[in-house]
């Protein structure tokens, strides 16, 4: 087969579009991924409605059951009630600039064990309770692009599910061999590889996810498939589980990446703890590319490309390779900013740019700066690359 070359110069920080793509705004495969509704429990004069709209017993009402009865029952009841309404009033305050809802979570642990997907059945999901974050980073946050900001409170008022993973090569063949699904890389576009000297990147028609340049093993996070070929693996497993299977939002990403804190990582602010922590560019990358031009952490855990996914520790939700190894494909259409942003952490897929798809989380070429919650890019999404991939997320 005749090897077909694009040579595209890119610094390993940010994957920009590559030129020479254009992709229509009505292109069929585009459609965009809504998100499920979950009914919320509602307040109506103070008093709580379950989720079927039975309005629950108050305090007052608890008092007239049982206090004429039972005098004693009064002081017991007046006691609780206090407790409950100091409770309530603890979790309505307003939180401050910068502070999530929830409690300060226990540090990462190391927790290297593979993830436990059952083939054919989706992958392994942690479940995420809605609260609210600060999205985007603070002027002064070092390393800080102006597509970061304004920095902004978003309630996400909906729990979900996210896989604790980057779906996996084993997953990604079982959908192919199932359907005989061609990628779009397959189709005669090929995948976007490094070169030789690692100082540009080369569409090669010859790679795919079969094949992108370098070794992988049936749990290493696929690679080389694009934000629709995502889209179509997410369709096929919602129809073989009967479970509602989608790209995660933008902002249900950082959320879930910042694991309950403001850091700039979900390890704290240091760059230099990488290589426990993510698979970024380190002394291993720099051993195997000579020609490497970019900095480096100054540590090898011995993956020059992808790694095994859940090799890592993971954050403070439990989930693996959020930062690292490879770039993950959000629902969202790319803004250059968030002016206008929705704060209820759904989907943006009005205005801005939808011949666009924000990728988030960085790579394993990713120089340790880049490795941040709130970094982001955006991609065609009918564009493969080595260094991207994606997990799904599921609305609970």
Same mark, same amino acid.
């Given at each position: 087969?005749?090897? !077909?070359?694009?040579?595209?110069?890119?610094?390993?920080?940010?994957?920009?579009?590559?030129? @020479?793509?254009?992709?229509?705004?009505?292109?069929?495969?585009?459609?965009?991924?809504?998100?499920?509704?979950?009914?919320?429990?509602?307040?109506?004069?103070?008093?709580?409605?379950? %989720?079927?709209?039975? /309005?629950?017993?108050?305090?007052?009402?608890?008092?007239?059951?049982?206090?004429?009865?039972?005098?004693?029952?009064?002081?017991?009841?007046?006691?609780?009630?206090?407790?409950?309404?100091?409770?309530?009033? +603890?979790?309505?305050?307003?939180?401050?600039?910068?502070? &999530?809802?929830?409690? #300060?979570?226990?540090?990462?642990?190391?927790?290297?064990?593979?993830?436990?997907?059952?083939?054919?059945?989706?992958? $392994?999901?942690?479940?995420?309770?809605?609260? !609210?974050? $600060?999205?985007?980073?603070?002027?002064?946050?070092?390393?800080?692009?102006?597509d970061e900001g304004p920095q902004h409170p978003v309630a996400v008022v909906r729990p979900f599910a996210l896989s604790r993973c980057e779906i996996s090569v084993g997953?990604?063949?079982?959908?192919?061999?199932?359907?005989?699904?061609?990628?779009?890389?397959? /189709?005669?576009? @090929?995948?976007?590889?490094?070169?030789? &000297?690692?100082?540009?990147?080369? +569409?090669?028609?010859?790679?795919?996810?079969?094949?992108?340049?370098?070794?992988?093993?049936?749990?290493?996070?696929?690679?080389?498939?694009?934000?629709?070929?995502?889209?179509?693996?997410?369709?096929?497993?919602?129809? /073989?589980?009967?479970?509602?299977?989608?790209?995660?939002?933008?902002?249900?990403?950082?959320?879930?990446?910042?694991?309950?804190?403001?850091?700039?990582?979900?390890?704290?602010?240091?760059?230099?703890?990488?290589?426990?922590? &993510?698979?970024?560019?380190?002394? &291993?990358?720099?051993?195997?590319?000579?020609?490497?031009?970019? %900095?480096?952490?100054?540590?090898?855990?011995?993956?020059?490309?992808?790694?095994?996914?859940?090799?890592? /520790?993971?954050?403070?939700?439990?989930?693996?390779?959020?930062?690292?190894?490879?770039?993950?494909?959000?629902?969202?259409?790319?803004? %250059?900013?968030?002016? @206008?942003?929705?704060?209820?952490?759904?989907?943006?897929?009005? @205005?801005?740019?939808?011949?666009?798809?924000?990728?988030?989380g960085g790579g394993w070429f990713n120089f340790p700066g880049t490795l941040r919650s709130a970094y982001r890019s955006r991609i065609p999404p009918d564009v493969a690359?080595?260094?991207?991939?994606?997990?799904? #997320?599921?609305?609970?």
């Amino acid at each position: 087969m005749k090897r !077909t070359t694009t040579r595209v110069f890119g610094s390993p920080g940010r994957p920009q579009p590559q030129p @020479g793509f254009t992709v229509s705004r009505n292109r069929e495969e585009c459609q965009r991924v809504s998100m499920a509704s979950l009914p919320v429990p509602r307040r109506d004069g103070g008093r709580r409605r379950d %989720p079927q709209g039975v /309005r629950a017993p108050g305090v007052g009402r608890l008092v007239s059951l049982y206090a004429g009865r039972r005098p004693w029952a009064f002081f017991i009841l007046f006691t609780l009630a206090l407790g409950l309404t100091g409770n309530q009033v +603890q979790a309505q305050r307003e939180p401050a600039n910068g502070e &999530a809802t929830q409690p #300060a979570p226990p540090p990462p642990t190391l927790d290297p064990s593979p993830c436990e997907n059952i083939d054919g059945e989706g992958p $392994q999901m942690v479940a995420i309770a809605a609260g !609210t974050f $600060q999205m985007g980073s603070p002027k002064g946050e070092t390393g800080r692009t102006s597509d970061e900001g304004p920095q902004h409170p978003v309630a996400v008022v909906r729990p979900f599910a996210l896989s604790r993973c980057e779906i996996s090569v084993g997953q990604f063949r079982r959908f192919v061999d199932e359907t005989g699904y061609l990628t779009d890389a397959e /189709r005669g576009k @090929g995948c976007y590889v490094f070169n030789e &000297a690692g100082d540009s990147f080369e +569409q090669l028609r010859d790679r795919n996810w079969r094949d992108p340049g370098f070794s992988q093993g049936q749990d290493h996070p696929v690679v080389c498939v694009s934000w629709i070929d995502a889209n179509a693996y997410a369709e096929w497993l919602s129809a /073989r589980t009967g479970r509602a299977y989608r790209l995660p939002s933008e902002a249900e990403w950082e959320y879930a990446a910042r694991g309950g804190n403001q850091s700039s990582r979900f390890w704290g602010d240091d760059p230099d703890l990488v290589c426990e922590n &993510a698979n970024g560019a380190d002394l &291993a990358l720099k051993e195997r590319f000579k020609d490497w031009r970019w %900095p480096t952490s100054d540590c090898n855990d011995g993956a020059v490309f992808t790694a095994r996914a859940g090799r890592y /520790r993971r954050n403070a939700f439990g989930l693996s390779d959020m930062l690292g190894n490879v770039w993950e494909w959000t629902a969202d259409c790319w803004h %250059p900013d968030y002016a @206008g942003a929705p704060n209820d952490g759904t989907s943006w897929e009005v @205005g801005g740019d939808c011949t666009l798809r924000v990728v988030r989380g960085g790579g394993w070429f990713n120089f340790p700066g880049t490795l941040r919650s709130a970094y982001r890019s955006r991609i065609p999404p009918d564009v493969a690359s080595c260094y991207r991939g994606f997990r799904l #997320a599921r609305t609970l």
